[in-house]
């Protein structure tokens, strides 16, 4: 039972890692990327309104974002913990997400950073690129992104440090020892898998 996000920037790995730790722990993955997309795919109201943002690498808005990760929350599946991929993302989405937790009765046990040199982050989006199409894997909109993740996304990591729930790990490396990384560090903190 833990509840926890991943932090890291764009190409550190979080989404691999997401699904990997949801198995362990046998909680729920909920990446708001993979929201957006599914709901980009099925041109949902949602989905037609983000487009555009996460097509040039920008932020979809808060109250939209906000919106439905405390939908997605509330749902019974979430009851037993969680692992958030991906949000937050902004100060304002920390204000949000310690409200949807603070009237569950809630709070988060911990944040998982994962460091990476952004020359390797580079190189990863570009080998993504091809393999999955993303259309916001492109050169520019990357940088974009980047940029973003360095203003808007970095000072939580700060804010979170300071509640005492950071826990930074290496994402360099072999998939499955980047894993294992974090389970010990989780271990430690009293949340086996
Ligand atoms: P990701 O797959 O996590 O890299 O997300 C892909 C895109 O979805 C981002 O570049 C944003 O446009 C949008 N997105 C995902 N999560 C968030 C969030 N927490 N806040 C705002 N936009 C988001």
């Given at each position: 039972?833990v509840?926890?996000?991943?932090?890291?920037?764009?190409g550190?790995?979080?989404g691999?890692?997401?699904?990997?730790l949801?198995?362990?722990?046998?909680?729920p993955?909920i990446s708001?990327g993979?929201?957006?997309r599914a709901?980009v795919?099925?041109e949902?109201?949602l989905?037609i309104?983000?487009?555009?943002?996460?097509?040039r690498?920008?932020?979809?808005?808060?109250?939209l974002t906000?919106?439905l990760?405390?939908?997605?929350?509330?749902?019974k599946?979430?009851?037993?913990?969680f692992?958030?991929d991906?949000?937050?993302?902004?100060?304002d989405?920390?204000?949000?997400?310690d409200?949807?937790?603070?009237?569950?009765g809630n709070?988060?046990?911990?944040?998982v950073?994962?460091t990476?040199d952004?020359?390797?982050?580079?190189d990863?989006i570009?080998?993504r690129?091809t393999e999955?199409g993303r259309?916001?894997?492109?050169?520019?909109?990357?940088?974009n992104?980047?940029e973003?993740?360095?203003r808007?996304t970095a000072?939580?990591?700060?804010v979170?440090?300071?509640?005492?729930?950071?826990?930074?790990?290496?994402?360099?490396?072999?998939?499955d020892?980047?894993?294992q990384r974090i389970?010990?560090?989780?271990?430690r903190?009293g949340?086996?898998?």
């Amino acid at each position: 039972m833990v509840r926890m996000l991943l932090v890291g920037p764009p190409g550190a790995g979080k989404g691999t890692q997401a699904v990997l730790l949801s198995d362990a722990f046998s909680i729920p993955a909920i990446s708001t990327g993979d929201i957006f997309r599914a709901n980009v795919r099925d041109e949902t109201p949602l989905g037609i309104e983000a487009k555009g943002y996460m097509d040039r690498g920008e932020y979809v808005p808060d109250s939209l974002t906000n919106a439905l990760v405390a939908d997605r929350l509330a749902q019974k599946d979430c009851e037993l913990g969680f692992l958030l991929d991906g949000y937050p993302r902004t100060l304002d989405q920390v204000r949000a997400l310690d409200e949807v937790l603070a009237s569950q009765g809630n709070q988060l046990d911990v944040v998982v950073e994962l460091t990476v040199d952004p020359e390797i982050v580079i190189d990863r989006i570009r080998g993504r690129a091809t393999e999955q199409g993303r259309t916001d894997d492109s050169e520019d909109v990357v940088r974009n992104r980047l940029e973003l993740y360095a203003r808007e996304t970095a000072p939580l990591i700060e804010v979170y440090g300071g509640r005492g729930l950071l826990v930074s790990v290496d994402g360099i490396g072999a998939i499955d020892d980047v894993t294992q990384r974090i389970v010990e560090e989780l271990a430690r903190r009293g949340f086996s898998a």
